[in-house]
Each structure stands twice: as structure tokens, then as C-alpha cells.
């Protein structure tokens, strides 16, 4: 479980970065950390991708049900007026945003701010997504959390896209999505390129005739 460090009474800012694959809980832990910083009295905004509708237009919303109102932007630099008197700073499904993100989140961080983010470290191909990769990079803590696995049930890492759609943003469910390990993962993969190879000779067998 992650603790808050403490930066001694001074006004000390850092970046903790939550993630995971699909359904591994990356959203309740950041709701987890919302509401320990809500009890502690201190002053909380909270920012999520306009193209996140799944389950609400506004609320940070997470697989449990569980939620927290938030602000809708659909550009980061938004994010350093609308969190100035703001002592933590969280962030959801931030592989949606664009590299601007990177800059806002660190001017806001040397500002003493405490950032929460949390999003996807990899697409559907099992590939680093949108910036996530430097936001790791860049933070003080990294939480990397797992899913269970729905074809074995061994640990998670991957998000396996359940359509042939080929997109890299999709918002998605339990209908477009699974967690699975990286056998599985792989496994079903393979499968998919066995499936479009077959599905493209029976094309070319039909149009002989």
C-alpha cells in the first residue's frame, strides 16, 4: 500500500504515477489516495480527458462503482490555471492526453504541488501508450498495478482487445476489453492473426470463382 511521504513541513511537490492494464484498479487506488488527502483536509482538484465518458460526463469513475467529481479538460495547460490554489493535483486516464501534459504536471510539481496520475502503461498491443512511459520516467513514485488474469488466472499486465478494430484509443468495457498475462496475451494474439489470415484466403478462394 502506498504511504504519503513526508516532506517535513515544507511545501515539497512530486509526481506518483499509478499503473496497470485494464481492470487492475489503477482508478481505485487513485480514489484511495483522493480521499486520504480529503481527510486530511487539504485542498484537492481532479482532472480527467473529456473523451472519457464511460460511465459518467464529469465524475472519476472506477470499475467498483466507486466515484469522485472531477474536472473535464480537454487540454493539459488548462490543468495550471484551474488547480493554482490547489495542494494535490490528481489526474485519470492520462495516456489520453498529448505531450503537454508532461510540462504542466512538472511546472506544477516545482510549484510544491503533490500529483496523483493514473492511466494505461500499455495499449492493446502490449505497447507503451501515449506518454505514460515518461511520466514514469519523470515521477518520485511508481505504483505498477496488476490484474488477475481471465484465461488462467495468474497475474495481469496486458489489456487484450476483445474486437479487430485497430485504433489505438478506444474507451472500452468488459465488452471490448479483458486483463491477461503475457502468455495468454499472446496466445490471443496469435489467434487474431491466424483468424484475419483465414478470413483473407477464404476472400481470395471465393473470388477464383
Known amino acids: 500500500m502506498f504511504l504519503e511521504p513526508s516532506n517535513k513541513g515544507k511545501s515539497k511537490g512530486w509526481i506518483e504515477v499509478i499503473c496497470g492494464c485494464m481492470f487492475s484498479g489503477k482508478t481505485e487506488e487513485l480514489i484511495r489516495r483522493i480521499n486520504r488527502a480529503i481527510i ?4 484537492i482538484v481532479i482532472f480527467k480527458p473529456s473523451i472519457d465518458v464511460r ?3 464529469v465524475k472519476v469513475v472506477s470499475h467498483n462503482r466507486n466515484s ?3 474536472v473535464v479538460v480537454q487540454h493539459p495547460q488548462d490543468m495550471l490555471v ?3 490554489d490547489a495542494d494535490v493535483i490528481a489526474v485519470d486516464e492520462a495516456q489520453f492526453f498529448d505531450e503537454a501534459l508532461l510540462e504542466v504536471l512538472a511546472a506544477l510539481a516545482y510549484k510544491g504541488k503533490r500529483i496523483i496520475v493514473s492511466g494505461l502503461d500499455m495499449d492493446f498491443e502490449g505497447k507503451p501508450f501515449g506518454v505514460m512511459p515518461q511520466l514514469m520516467a519523470m515521477a518520485e513514485f511508481v505504483t505498477k498495478i496488476q490484474a488477475i488474469c481471465v484465461c488462467c488466472g ?4 496486458f489489456s487484450f482487445r476483445l474486437n479487430n478494430l485497430k485504433q ?3 474507451v472500452g468495457e468488459k465488452d471490448e476489453y479483458e486483463p491477461r498475462c503475457r502468455v495468454c496475451f499472446n496466445q490471443g494474439m496469435k489467434e487474431k492473426e491466424t483468424a484475419k489470415h ?3 484466403k477464404k476472400i481470395e478462394l471465393e473470388s477464383d470463382f
Open 198 to 200: 483465414s478470413k483473407y
Open 68 to 70: 469522485v467529481n472531477s
Open 168 to 170: 489505438q484509443i478506444l
Open 154 to 157: 495468474e497475474p495481469a499486465s
Open 55 to 57: 460511465y459518467d460526463d
Open 82 to 84: 484551474l488547480a493554482n
Open 40 to 43: 486530511a483536509r487539504q485542498r
